[in-house]
């Protein structure tokens, strides 16, 4: 509970720092009898993976995840699922420059305030690399939500930049290194990212995840509201500025009749909530938002201090994402899959719905 | 834990419905030899109080806070501090409508699918009267960390509808029923509120909300970031579909030459970080956006269905607020109180760093 | 979360001091659909209650609980349950020595270590009066795990200083003021009594806890044992030092082939595990044990010191019981009963098996 | 918060099975600054260890743990502590007949209710092998404690079956395979262990533990009472029926003047409550005492039934120990430390006093 753990009966505790020995996470409370495998998580660790195109960072991690526990015969048992992923592409670098200056818009700063000590090196604790347990464990959630209850949870890159896409067809979303859902867009942020990286800057982007099946009900009002359990989950993920659910800013702009969602006896007529009505599901998809700052790393050099006050000048140097919120897809899926498995599972109980079976003795 | 609860060492929970006999909350976790009275939270609770002008609903309620434990000679005691407010204004009035029918974008239909039930007099526990108790809770936040640590929390309205404040000048937010800062926008807004309340209609609001004098240090990732637990906050407030954190979603389209925060041994340069990095304060302001949908209590007739899934058509005649958003200010000023308050006590203790001096003893 | 809460979906949170103008507190998490009243609390109310006989505190408090919320047209709703007790007996009295001076045994010491302050009127929040919210609050867990689940649970005072009960008859439990299931017992207790409050002294006790029909399966190893639950609920009641788990500290001298209780297709043959294996529960009856301390007000003087460290006199004056022991039997009751039934919540799920049968609409 | 986490700001989380590739846990809420390596795990990991005399069961594993993350250079970050211990001594065995019988006194049923599944390789989940992780997370807390606070926490065995030890003599402590600080009982305690693995039965023990040089003032009333959650640490070690704080179940008998601990200014006269009053630390020692029942597999047959419902005799042939108590000193020292140290971080927060002395930019 001290800050590294998400979901009340679903939760995920990670640790690792981004040079250090190892990633690893505890799921506590998967729900037994899920067939699980590593492969199950490697498919979406792959995606989430650097170096997979020349758009993002060059370092090469294979994130090979292991099941250290809470697996029996291939189900769960309903007892912690340890998992590990060992940091293999550590390479030896100079690190006394990174150590002594604090980085514009990292939390170099912020972490010496509060710890007053820091592991430098890529970032320790702070970097991105900590999502890539939130996406072990996302895939996790996913199956269970999709094979019991038939959920499921797709995000796409919506705009780079100046960028938007304008159409929304889910085939081409894993056609392009940038979940683009819009094929012609495609070339254009190629092009643009080129030559961002040529420039050395970096640049914003929007994701959005949509969960689809749903059931109503899910959402425990009035602090733990699903959305903002979801908010509080899409927040947490590195560089995130903004989130909306559903209609979001727009509506501050709508008027009532044209925001309210009207409800036939066939179903809803429009989805401005977003999947939410007074926190709780309404069985209509879950519509999710989020805004990605542009990575602060560039080679282009910027003012700041060095840990006595200082002035200096800051250039990074190493592999880095022009656009971090290319890769951040499957990470907002797996935060959206953790909120909606943790609500599950507070409306529903730890077991999920399992039937259990055995002979019951009688009492003495 | 089920939900009603705000923060974990300085906790909030409440309780209460709309129309039943009173609200309620208790704060867990206040540090002692704070000096509390009902006056201090009676200050901000008139600031959110319906009936203050013809801009919100005209329902009446006194509003007044009664303190029933947690305060002794005039200070708090370090335990659980009980607040209540009765309801007053409960009209005998005819629900036989309302109780059949489910209210388009209203938590009528998803409440009847989590429990089964609901306490449909006024919008029960789903209503934005629950509000009320918070910010009888963040008034006691609010006066801590102002006197202890010269935190200051304010917000105002940026954005009425279609209408933007373009100055921000504090000291005119308390002088019109907008908590408007942009005094060349006041009467704008009251034109555009007539024309709306005439239609029958509802609009869509922002508003906006500042601390200042946050020390560096507070906040505690990976989940528990400060602005994670702040958009969680601020997306539990009724209506909210969108959170902002310093530039929000316009660093989609910001460079990171642009977005980047330099620093001088002056300070930052610019804050499009809103006070956060890497989940931590930063010493800078704490900047955060919310959007509030309209209200869909509307005297023009919508499609629905009954509880019996037949097609209905439904129109509000009760006393509702045309923009819920005029009235949020206080209550988003609240969330962040707390918040802030509980990740001070995060950090520094649940005792907020109060000195004792009684004599130990030795040990035998 | 701040120490005034227990449970995790079936929360309980408690206010209020003994002097205080009111005790209250909040149940979250209470499934919808239990038809519950004021009478419900009463019934457990009044078997806590002071003054019913010459054995306990002379103190007289109506302890009429009120119900402020979650409950409509007679059912509980989901929504959290708001309860208070107003204080009425709160005699004026000079409470200068008190204030001055750190009574042996009691919580005065610490608390001003802690707090730096104290409400020291009768107590204040450490006095016994707050166990009144947790038996109208165990009241509404027991209803649920009766009506639905078929549990009962039932104490009873096993020992009273040296006086032991040597049959368990539960018809006798409530015919005397002790709680005591031998019947034979009860006049050597009542003269035991009679003496003990001539000396101005006081007595220690054990009272024990039985649940019947709880279903096997409840509880959440490792930490979160049904049992370790179980200790925690048990040892936070005031006076109370030690807890026992079915054979208890028996265990120490059993063999495992006389501890072990062995199982037949009818059943176990024993139950020195008192319902508990592994942290779960077996479908025996959960049976608990707790050793009450003797009060520590006494007419008879003891050597303390005041909040300056000055040697004192201390001899209590008030009302008080010379075996708080006594009135413990709902209490531990209570504690029981909370704890099963947040146990069943974490296995079901926060709604407790409600079947929701209102039209699901179709998604669009 | 699933079961499997222990603290609220110094949270311990565990994971793995007896026969799983590894056990683990993390530790979240450590202050930042500790100097810490593997070696100050080992040590008590090596207290715990089994096989080291002919008294514990003859399973040889290394028990090496390792650091994957939090430490840099030689000290805390105040980032989570990932801790790993690879299972080496997995012998390959036949399982079928445990896999089909449920085992008297063991969770084999219960887990079996509770999940409809289990791991049943040595017991899985329900292993005592897990406290390895308890102890090394433990020691994390004893170190800071020790180090920062001059908290020394320390046990030993008080009675083996019907053995009591009848001095303390903490140097014996250490000098004995039974944690015995009689140097006087040794040898008694050796032949009746003989003499009891002959007969391939079982006996319970005592325990008890000390924490010397507490402050006071730790301890969050009224549910998280340090005395409650002490209660609750140590009664989910396996195989604990009983706690004691203080006095214990000896107050039952006491007269008031008796257990009252009298204070002079010199200090407490005794320490009848264990050093907590009203739930919070006194300052003088906590002193518990736990009671361990005796392990169920035994080599003489017993009457249970298998997962079909159907009578059969189980006879255990595995590597046990014959008395668990014997190994549990280090791991209740670990729950007190673990215990201590969270309600230390509650009271003075999760930076735990950590003085931060870099630069404080000024605000724009």
Request: some cysteine; overall charge negative; proline content about 5%.
């Amino acid at each position: 509970m001290s800050g590294n753990t998400f979901g009340k009966l679903f939760s995920v505790t990670t640790f690792g720092e981004s040079h250090g020995a190892a990633l690893g996470c505890i799921i506590d409370g998967c729900p037994p009898g899920l067939e699980l495998s590593e492969a199950d998580m490697q498919r979406d660790l792959d995606r989430r993976k650097p170096g997979t195109s020349r758009h993002t960072t060059q370092r090469r991690e294979a994130d090979e995840v292991r099941i250290l526990s809470g697996v029996f015969e291939g189900k769960t048992t309903g007892t912690p699922i340890g998992l590990i992923i060992e940091n293999t592409d550590q390479r030896s670098k100079d690190y006394s420059k990174i150590a002594e200056q604090f980085r514009p818009a990292h939390a170099d700063y912020t972490y010496m305030h509060k710890y007053g000590t820091r592991d430098y090196r890529g970032g320790g604790r702070s970097s991105a690399r900590e999502t890539a347990m939130r996406v072990a464990a996302g895939a996790v959630a996913r199956k269970f939500l999709e094979q019991r209850l038939g959920i499921k949870i797709r995000g796409y890159l919506s705009q780079l930049g100046p960028i938007k896409a304008e159409k929304l067809d889910w085939d081409q979303v894993h056609e392009n290194p940038f979940f683009c859902p819009d094929a012609d867009k495609v070339s254009e942020m190629e092009a643009y990212m080129d030559a961002l990286r040529k420039e050395g800057d970096s640049i914003g982007a929007r994701i959005n995840v949509v969960a689809d099946g749903v059931p109503p009900g899910l959402g425990e009002p009035i602090f733990d509201r699903l959305d903002a359990d979801l908010a509080h989950a899409l927040m947490s993920i590195n560089a995130v500025k903004g989130v909306e659910i559903g209609a979001g800013f727009d509506c501050i702009e709508q008027k009532g009749t044209e925001h309210r969602d009207e409800m036939t006896p066939d179903g809803f007529l429009s989805n401005n909530a977003g999947g939410v009505l007074g926190g709780i599901s309404s069985g209509q998809p879950i519509v999710a938002s989020i805004a990605l700052k542009p990575t602060s790393s560039l080679r282009i050099p910027g003012q700041s201090i060095d840990v006595n006050g200082n002035p200096v000048e800051v250039i990074t140097t190493g592999r880095h994402d022009p656009c971090v919120g290319i890769r951040a897809t499957p990470i907002a899926e797996a935060m959206m899959a953790i909120t909606l498995m943790d609500h599950y599972l507070r409306h529903r109980g730890q077991n999920g719905d399992v039937q259990v079976s055995t002979p019951v003795l009688g009492q003495l």
